[in-house]
């Protein structure tokens, strides 16, 4: 063990080094949150600063992975022994006005990312996919279909999923993407689906939805994470994509309904929303891959999801 000031011990150097992209966001503090309670040595990587309070104890960077030279100056060796990468963000805008900047965020930062990383010290990196990545193929998704864009969003994940499974075959690169569906639970940001509903609901208000018919999966965030990290430590895990999700599927309004009966009140208005171009009705996945090889369970179900979720919204900021 190499000395620390004063001679003694760095005890860091003995602890995991984890690089958390996108450790200011929804399942990065998450993520973030557990690498600190197993007592790692954690970095958080994020474009901008934000309102989310990290533990003390996390190295914290602020840098656009799209800038190759300024991500290099600001990880500097890049010597971490795991990364998991949560950066980029949903959205659905069409390439022609301004989809662009999703395959760029997606895709040319990844590439920034790894290149940017020291492979002598890097034991696995876990890539976060998306259910999207599915376009319109036939449910439930199994990893075995072709992708299908729907979006420069999902083909900037697909892009970066099969890059990776390049690397892996070619190179060695330790990489394994998650392909996580619709994951759900505290703190997650207000413009998405879940807490628009449940802040809809705890307010009492009337509120506009879809006719509700889709069929989705829902997966609380702790059993995402923890598949994350089984899968830094699955060996087997590298070049594989595996789906993420509770194996079961419920209706978006059997899900309003739900959060409506959790909360007691609350008045959508089913109908008032289009669905969207192109949108698959039946989404939801086969997870048999990630039992036999991540020997991971979904354990929280949805109501016990929901009714947690709930109460943190309830809770004063």
Same mark, same amino acid.
């Given at each position: 063990?190499?000395? !620390?000031?004063?001679?003694?011990?760095?005890?860091?150097?003995?602890?995991?080094?984890?690089?958390?992209?996108?450790?200011?966001?929804? %399942?990065?503090?998450?993520?973030?949150?557990?690498?600190?309670?197993?007592?790692?040595?954690?970095?958080?990587?994020?474009?901008? $600063? $934000?309102?989310?309070?990290?533990?003390?104890?996390?190295?914290?960077?602020?840098?656009?992975?799209?800038?190759?030279?300024?991500?290099?100056? *600001?990880?500097?060796?890049?010597?971490?022994?795991?990364?998991?990468?949560?950066?980029?963000?949903?959205?659905?805008?069409?390439?022609?006005?301004?989809?662009?900047?999703?395959?760029?965020?997606?895709?040319?930062?990844?590439?920034?990312l790894i290149e940017s990383l020291d492979r002598?010290?890097? *034991?696995?990196?876990?890539?976060? !996919?998306?259910?999207?990545?599915?376009?319109?193929?036939?449910?439930?998704?199994?990893?075995?279909?072709?992708?299908?864009?729907?979006?420069?969003?999902?083909?900037? *994940?697909?892009?970066?999923?099969?890059?990776?499974? #390049?690397?892996?075959?070619?190179?060695?690169?330790?990489?394994?993407?998650?392909?996580?569906?619709?994951?759900?639970?505290?703190?997650?940001d207000d413009r998405r689906f879940l807490p628009?509903? %449940?802040?809809?609901?705890?307010?009492?208000?009337?509120?506009?939805?879809?006719?509700?018919?889709?069929?989705?999966?829902?997966?609380?965030?702790?059993?995402?994470?923890?598949?994350?990290?089984?899968?830094?430590?699955? *060996?087997?895990?590298?070049?594989?994509?595996?789906? %993420?999700?509770?194996?079961?599927?419920?209706?978006?309004?059997?899900?309003?309904? #739900?959060?409506?009966?959790?909360?007691?009140?609350?008045?959508?208005?089913?109908?008032?929303?289009?669905?969207?171009?192109?949108?698959?009705?039946?989404?939801?996945?086969?997870?048999?891959?990630?039992?036999?090889?991540?020997?991971?369970?979904?354990?929280?179900?949805?109501?016990?999801?929901?009714?947690?979720?709930?109460?943190?919204?309830?809770?004063?900021?």
């Amino acid at each position: 063990m190499a000395p !620390g000031r004063n001679g003694a011990p760095d005890l860091t150097q003995s602890r995991p080094r984890i690089l958390v992209v996108g450790g200011t966001g929804f %399942i990065g503090t998450h993520v973030v949150s557990h690498a600190v309670s197993l007592g790692w040595n954690v970095c958080s990587l994020s474009v901008q $600063s $934000s309102g989310r309070h990290l533990p003390s104890e996390v190295r914290t960077i602020t840098a656009d992975i799209t800038s190759s030279r300024e991500l290099r100056e *600001k990880l500097g060796t890049g010597a971490f022994d795991y990364v998991v990468n949560c950066g980029g963000y949903i959205d659905h805008a069409r390439f022609f006005s301004g989809g662009r900047r999703l395959i760029d965020a997606h895709f040319d930062g990844a590439l920034n990312l790894i290149e940017s990383l020291d492979r002598d010290v890097l *034991k696995a990196f876990v890539n976060i !996919g998306s259910s999207d990545e599915y376009g319109n193929n036939a449910a439930p998704q199994l990893e075995t279909q072709r992708e299908s864009p729907i979006s420069p969003y999902s083909c900037g *994940k697909i892009a970066l999923t099969h890059l990776l499974q #390049m690397l892996h075959s070619t190179e060695g690169f330790p990489s394994t993407t998650l392909r996580f569906f619709l994951v759900y639970g505290p703190g997650q940001d207000d413009r998405r689906f879940l807490p628009q509903i %449940i802040k809809g609901c705890l307010d009492g208000q009337v509120f506009p939805t879809s006719h509700g018919e889709q069929f989705r999966d829902f997966c609380f965030v702790q059993d995402a994470v923890r598949a994350i990290f089984l899968a830094l430590e699955c *060996k087997p895990a590298a070049g594989q994509v595996i789906n %993420i999700g509770s194996g079961n599927p419920v209706a978006i309004r059997q899900m309003i309904e #739900m959060v409506r009966g959790i909360v007691g009140r609350g008045s959508p208005q089913y109908g008032k929303i289009p669905y969207r171009t192109g949108e698959n009705m039946s989404l939801y996945p086969d997870i048999s891959k990630a039992r036999s090889l991540l020997h991971w369970e979904p354990l929280v179900d949805l109501n016990a999801g929901l009714v947690r979720t709930i109460d943190w919204y309830r809770e004063p900021t």
